[in-house]
């Protein structure tokens, strides 16, 4: 890992919400009712999925995306690996309450922010047990087929990363969804899955707020990488290093996961974040030797 720039050692360490902003910040979906029942799912799934979660404060919506992936994923052979990078006290009592109740969760703290990739890098490791391996957000919330048709698409061998469409991301991967609950969410997911079924197509990066790959890819391609500071430019990073391998990053039409987006950065004043993306853009371009290519929207 390069070193820190002082200014930012303290940024990373301490950086913490703005509790005048917290209450306008929090745009919970509501439930919507009470979910229908999960379908059976046709046989025991396999292969085994291991989910990295990284959580930083947020706690409604780190709440709202462990029981959507807990409760509502009707994949059922998966274990979650939440690495906290140094939460308030009411998180880290709510994280240490769920593993004590959920045998698929385990819990790690690190007691201070080690950043996007670094946390990340601590879960990936725990999970040397699964075949395939998916990093989310904690501001997500996945509907009940998400992870198996995730699953499929990982483990086809030309594929290298897999991510799913979503309301909210800086690229082709967000398409225009219309719903007002959770209830309305999985609906929306459902429909998408049955009207896009084996749609894909390669896309230059997929935003890791939800990605999926094979431990073999992992292997190869090796851990993200810790130079990025804070968390910016590894999804780039490790989509680029994916296609050395020759595989292919492809976005699944089929799958759609929700998305708050921006629920850590927008801890950071704007003068900040302009700093650390240009400090994490530098870091890119020496890296690979080319200018980054701006994301686009799809059409």
């Known amino acids: 890992m390069r070193p820190l720039p002082l200014r930012f050692v303290s940024l990373i360490r301490f950086l913490r919400p703005r509790p005048a902003a917290e209450g306008s910040r929090l745009r919970l979906l509501p439930k ?43 994949w059922t052979n998966f274990r979650v690996v939440v690495v906290d990078n140094g939460s308030d006290a009411a998180t880290i009592a709510f994280l240490r309450s769920e593993a004590v109740r959920e045998p698929r969760l385990q819990v790690v703290e690190n007691g201070t922010n080690l950043g996007f990739a670094g946390a990340n890098n601590i879960g990936l ?22 992870l198996g048709g995730l699953a499929r698409y990982a483990l086809m ?99 759609f996961v929700h998305h708050y987006g921006m629920a850590s950065f927008s801890m950071l004043n704007p003068d900040d974040y302009r700093r650390l993306f240009e400090m994490n853009r530098k870091y890119y371009e020496n890296k690979w030797g080319h200018a980054w290519v701006p994301h686009r929207q799809r059409s």
């Not at 395939?132 to 998400?146: A, S």
């Open 125 to 146: 490791r725990l999970l040397d047990d699964c075949e395939v391996l998916v990093l989310l957000n904690n501001d997500t919330v996945v509907p009940p087929g998400w």
């Open 32 to 74: 919507g009712g009470s979910p229908p029942p999960l379908p059976p799912l046709p046989g025991s799934p396999s292969p085994r999925v291991g989910i990295v979660i990284v959580s930083f404060f947020g706690l409604p919506y780190l709440r709202q995306c462990l029981e959507s992936v807990l409760q509502r994923t009707r």
């Open 157 to 255: 061998p030309e594929i290298g990363l897999v991510g799913p469409v979503t309301n909210w991301t800086g690229n082709e991967a967000r398409i225009r969804a219309r719903y007002k609950s959770v209830a309305e969410m999985e609906a929306f997911a459902a429909e998408q899955a049955a009207t896009h079924a084996g749609r894909l197509f390669d896309i230059p990066v997929l935003a890791m707020y939800c990605v999926a790959f094979r431990r073999e890819v992992y292997r190869r391609a090796g851990a993200l990488d810790e130079g990025y500071l804070v968390g910016m430019f590894e999804d780039q990073d490790y989509a680029d290093a994916v296609r050395l391998l020759g595989l292919r990053v492809v976005c699944c039409e089929e799958v």
